[in-house]
């Protein structure tokens, strides 16, 4: 029998309860309009579940990242997408470890209630892709703001977000002591800078996620608006990957379980040649596998949250933990279309839509090349290869 994971079994009934609310309907209808799903993210804020990494004192519920993971893993396995809120989620820890008193009570509260959005976070740019540190988008100080001008690519969720992120460089690159310094963080307010400096154009792609690039003419920035240090912001936004890599781990993990529960039903009633497909082993073997595999992804993620949650260091478990709990994913995905035959391509049973959705973590936020790479140079002492 099926020994499924029960960690905090109250959080999957709450979660699974609400999003019973929005069936597998509600999800294509919004895929095929390539909509928002508003009303799921408003229900899910209500509740208070995107304000779960938020501490008390700011108005959330201050549960650790553990509990936060299981939150997305549900989402996901109920056949949601929690791409389109995982931002509210956690972009606000680079504010909540770097920013000031007066900004963090000017903006956490507002952030837990979800009367702001802070759901997006630009970081990427399309000369310099993963190379962060290369990036050129500048932001100078003048007075008593700073001046930006520059280009993001793929950044999402500006639609549906009051506040963003963003990673500009203060100090060029020849004139700092180390490529990742000189790099610096602010809190744009999406609300005064489009259309003031800030133009935004959506990228169509196949997945219905808000995606964006971004193109900066001398937007101006209250220089009260710096997260932190001037010259840090690399750093910073470092310390947040960790956090971000576990829940995008426990995401798969959920999407894991989607495409094995979905595959070994319809293995269980389709009948081929006088017999369930489920009963050869060229069917079983594949999904076996890749339920071995969620399973095991889905352990690194507890280590990884239960490293972050004691405050010790966790980037291997948290970058392994993405790395293998995408791979699984799209394993399971792979067999789930693969079983249903022909049927796995009509959207009308959700496999695809799901497939398409799962295929987005092979390569963002990180590609799986560059976890391997930080797996060969920091855990095995390899020459870096970059
Ligand atoms: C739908 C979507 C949403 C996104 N949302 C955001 C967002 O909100 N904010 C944001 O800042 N970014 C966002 N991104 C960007 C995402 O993080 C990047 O696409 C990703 O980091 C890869 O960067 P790139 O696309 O420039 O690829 P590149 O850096 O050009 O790399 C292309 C491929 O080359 C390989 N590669 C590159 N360098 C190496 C190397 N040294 N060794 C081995 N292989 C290598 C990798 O396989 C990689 O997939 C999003 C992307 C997508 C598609």
């Known amino acids: 029998m099926r020994n499924d994971d029960h960690e905090h079994q109250d959080i999957r009934d709450a979660v699974r309860a609400l999003c019973a609310q929005f069936p597998s309907e509600y999800f294509r209808e919004i895929d095929e309009a390539r909509g928002y799903p508003e009303a799921f993210v408003d229900a899910l804020t209500k509740a208070g579940w995107l304000a779960a990494l938020i501490p008390q004192d700011y108005g959330g519920s201050g549960l650790g990242l553990t509990e936060a993971s299981v939150i997305m893993e549900e989402i996901n396995r109920c056949g949601g997408n929690s791409g389109a809120c995982h931002g509210q989620m956690y972009n606000m820890g ?13 903006y956490l509260p507002k952030i837990a209630s979800g009367e702001l959005r802070l759901q997006s976070m630009g970081v990427t740019e399309p000369t310099t892709g993963t190379d962060t540190t290369s990036l050129k988008t500048t932001a100078v100080r003048k007075g008593d703001r700073y001046v930006v001008n520059g280009q993001k690519v793929w950044i999402s969720r500006i639609q549906h977000s009051d506040l963003m992120i963003l990673l500009a460089r203060t100090t060029p690159q020849s004139e700092a002591k180390k490529r990742s310094d000189g790099l610096s963080i602010f809190l744009v307010d999406l609300r005064d800078a489009i259309g003031h400096g800030l133009t935004v154009q959506p990228i169509r792609n ?31 936004i470092l310390d947040g990957l960790n956090a971000e890599r576990a829940l995008i781990a426990a995401e798969c993990i959920g999407d894991g379980y989607w495409f094995i529960d979905k595959v070994t039903r319809y293995a269980r009633e389709r009948i081929v040649f006088g017999r369930p497909i489920g009963q050869n082993q060229g069917v079983q073997f594949p999904i076996a596998k890749a339920y071995v595999d969620v399973e095991a992804a889905s352990l690194m993620r507890y280590k990884a ?32 279309l693969q079983f249903h035959g022909g049927y796995g391509f009509a959207t009308e049973y959700d496999v695809e839509r799901k497939f398409r959705e799962t295929r987005l973590y092979q390569v963002a936020p990180i590609s799986t090349n560059l976890i391997l790479a930080y797996v060969a140079e920091h855990l095995l002492g390899l020459p870096r290869s970059y």
């Open 206 to 236: 196949m997945v219905n996620h808000e995606t964006n690039e971004l193109f900066f003419d001398n937007l101006e920035v209250p220089a009260e608006n710096l997260i932190g240090e001037e010259g840090r912001g690399f750093r910073y």
């Open 305 to 336: 949250c239960a490293l972050y949650d004691a405050h010790q260091p966790c980037g291997a478990e948290a970058n392994m933990a993405k790395l293998l709990a995408a791979d699984a994913s799209w394993a399971a995905a792979n067999a789930c």
């Open 94 to 106: 680079t504010l909540l470890r770097n920013g000031s008193e007066a900004q963090k009570r000017a």
